[in-house]
């Protein structure tokens, strides 16, 4: 199967899915995608705009992964908004959602032939387009059947990016001796959890 692996990150998701399928993945971010490249050799990885690079490609491809930014969506963000009204905040930044979001759902529902997943956090507003599943703290958007998923109690990796690194599977001796332009607990924690990545590429499977 072919895959295109949009806004890839360090390749969380990507960890349990074996060597079998052809992967193409997509991060913007230089440094974090040499990482990915070495964690997974045999992947295409291209540095670039992950929306313009599906425009382009997408006809290519049985299964569209997409991962984006989540910053923007989560019930944090309230927080921060309500920080910024109590003067308490320091460098939080309050955004407005990105919603490219929804555009990227609607894209593949209504232009893309395979299946596709997209998946983001459980956002402090209604969702426009209602999730078709909850995997652990992901809200997944797809055209593939699947059942929700509780969250996993891991309150004891949270105040180490080094253990969740190796709970995760991550390549803990990469990720120490890589010079990242942002905070790697911050990478870290941004990657899926293996089991979940792999759940829902086995439901890809066992629909086709």
Known sequence: MKILNLFAGAGGNRILWGDEHEV?????????????????????????????????HFTEFDLVWASPPCQSHTRMARTIASRAYNKTYKNDKVRIPDMRLYGLIFFLQHMFRGKWIVENVIPFYKPLIPQTAFVGRHSIWSNVEMESVPKKKRAEILNSWKKECVVKGLDLELFQNTKFKSRKDVIVHNCMDPEMG????????DGL
């Open 24 to 56: 193409t993945a997509v991060e913007y971010r230089d440094d974090i995608a040499a990482c990915y490249k070495q964690q997974f050799p045999n992947d295409e990885v291209i540095v670039g705009d992950a929306y313009e690079y599906l425009e382009t």
């Open 198 to 205: 792999k759940y829902l590429l086995d439901c890809v499977i």
